[in-house]
T-cell receptor, first 119, second 114 residues
Framework: KAGVTQTPRYLIKTRGQQVTLSCSPISGHRSVSWYQQTPGQGLQFLFE???????NKGNFPGRFSGRQFSNSRSEMNVSTLELGDSALYLCASSPGGGSSLISGANVLTFGAGSRLTVL | AQSVSQHNHHVILSEAASLELGCNYSYGGTVNLFWYVQYPGQHLQLLLK??????LVKGIKGFEAEFIKSKFSFNLRKPSVQWSDTAEYFCAVKYMEYGNKLVFGAGTILRVKS
């Protein structure tokens, strides 16, 4: 089956602009998580959505937001971009349901990422 | 605080050498443990995982890892590396009481010389 699809793959923005990134999860997966990957900070958790609700949130400022649609597709938005927001943004999907959380079967599958450059 | 430490940032080995990458995590509660690999130009892929049971888990491409609860460790091993194992390796921990999020180590870049 198709993997996690992220669009766009590459984009360049300038400081102060905003950006929206999109993620289509694996069919049947209801949980979508977002991570930021930078050389300095590594991989950091942004947030997780499940059934259109934010279920978990990392330590990022309010400029970073997201949402999930009824078909489980997710978007994340970064407003008022700063140079430090330049990063690879990774989306991951997982089954996400209660039983899978308990059983440990809730393995994250990652997409290829969206590489954002802020000038 | 939840944290994951990977002992080496860069490792260089010759083909056929044995590999062991260290990973330690904070906190003594219930955890799920993972190793992910990122080959050059490719996305993060799951190498292996531990949820419960036998602490020695086997993954793809001949990799294995051992969970030692008393040491909060989950070290990755491979008896004989190949040039194609050149990649960045990430240890990740899911702390069950904090929900469905992974805490990643800083990563170890492995270069295998042919």
């Amino acid at each position: 089956k198709a993997g996690v699809t992220q669009t766009p793959r590459y984009l360049i923005k300038t400081r102060g602009q905003q950006v929206t990134l999109s993620c289509s999860p694996i069919s049947g997966h209801r949980s979508v998580s977002w991570y930021q990957q930078t050389p300095g900070q590594g991989l950091q958790f942004l947030f997780e959505y499940f059934s259109e609700t934010q279920r978990n949130k990392g330590n990022f400022p309010g400029r970073f937001s997201g949402r999930q649609f009824s078909n489980s597709r997710s978007e994340m938005n970064v407003s008022t971009l700063e140079l430090g927001d330049s990063a690879l943004y990774l989306c991951a999907s997982s089954p996400g349901g209660g039983s899978s959380l308990i059983s440990g079967a809730n393995v994250l599958t990652f997409g290829a990422g969206s590489r954002l450059t802020v000038l | 605080a939840q944290s994951v430490s990977q002992h080496n940032h860069h490792v260089i080995l010759s083909e056929a050498a044995s590999l062991e990458l260290g990973c330690n995590y904070s906190y003594g509660g219930t955890v799920n443990l993972f190793w992910y690999v990122q080959y050059p130009g490719q996305h993060l892929q799951l190498l292996l995982k531990y949820f419960s049971g036998d602490p020695l888990v086997k993954g793809i491409k001949g990799f294995e890892a051992e969970f030692i609860k008393s040491k909060f460790s989950f070290n990755l091993r491979k008896p004989s590396v190949q040039w194609s194992d050149t990649a960045e390796y990430f240890c990740a921990v899911k702390y069950m009481e904090y929900g469905n999020k992974l805490v990643f180590g800083a990563g170890t870049i492995l270069r295998v010389k042919s």
